[in-house]
């Protein structure tokens, strides 16, 4: 089985910082990969598909890149409201597989 | 407007059964696949269940496989889940996603508010 992990587990950072968090597959999954967002006591939400198509609503300032078993998501420039757990998922097979969460806050 | 409700999440002993349901609205609901996605207490998100639009098509999670079974309605436009012989492990926050993709490739672009199931004795 594919095998996701996301680094790092958890970052503190300042309002307008640029954030970055990565995700690993353990095999080559193409571009099948998902961002999901969940603020504390939400529901997930949907950022960012086919590692790096913005969902419809979801502000400019996310972006998502890479392809093969390397993935990012960047965060241009930290807002109070982007304080939520990420998670990615891979999506190449019927194995729909999350990473563990980066869980970002405001220093 | 996508709008999904799930209901059935109960305090079940272990060893029990319990029935979930996802009523879904605001999409052609036969058109898409569905799934189960599970969030135990302070975790992270575990895919568990998805069904093809028709209901023709199932794939598991290795950890729900042989105790779990995910069916739909489409004349009721309601997503189930059947669970059977429930662990302790098994407790969590049940969401139910709307899934967008083909050919067993999907990712969810809706989800419902979770209903919580508690295995416990």
């Known amino acids: 089985d594919v095998q996701m992990t996301q680094s790092p587990s958890s970052l503190s950072a300042s309002v307008g910082d640029r954030v970055t968090i990565t995700c690993r597959a353990s095999?080559?999954?193409?571009?099948?990969l998902a961002w999901y967002q969940q603020k504390p006591g939400k529901v997930p939400k949907l950022l960012i598909y086919?590692?790096?198509t913005l969902q419809s609503g979801v502000p400019s300032r996310f972006s998502g890149s890479g392809s093969g078993t390397d993935f990012t998501l960047t965060i241009s420039s930290l807002q109070p409201e982007d304080v939520a757990t990420y998670y990615c998922?891979?999506?190449?097979?019927?194995?729909?597989?999350f990473g563990p969460g980066t869980k970002v806050d405001i220093k | 407007e996508v709008q999904l409700l799930e209901s059935g999440g109960a305090l079940v002993q272990p060893g029990g059964s319990l029935r979930l349901s996802c009523a879904a609205s605001?999409?052609?609901?036969?058109?898409?696949?569905m799934s189960w996605v599970r969030q135990a207490p302070g975790k992270g998100l575990e895919w568990v269940s998805i069904?093809?639009?028709?209901?023709?098509?199932?794939y598991y999670a290795d950890s729900v496989k042989g105790r779990f079974t995910i069916s739909r309605d489409n004349s009721k436009n309601t997503l189930y889940l059947q669970m059977e012989t429930l662990r302790v492990e098994d407790t969590a926050v049940y969401y139910c996603?709307?899934?967008?993709?083909?050919?067993?490739?999907?990712?969810?672009?809706?989800w419902g508010q979770g209903t919580l199931v508690t295995v416990s004795s």
């Open positions: 086919a590692a790096s």
């Open positions: 605001g999409f052609t609901f036969s058109s898409y696949a």
């Open positions: 998922q891979k999506y190449n097979s019927a194995l729909f597989t």
């Open positions: 996603a709307k899934a967008v993709g083909n050919s067993a490739r999907y990712y969810f672009d809706y």
């Open positions: 095999q080559d999954i193409s571009n099948y």
């Open positions: 069904i093809s639009g028709s209901g023709g098509g199932t």
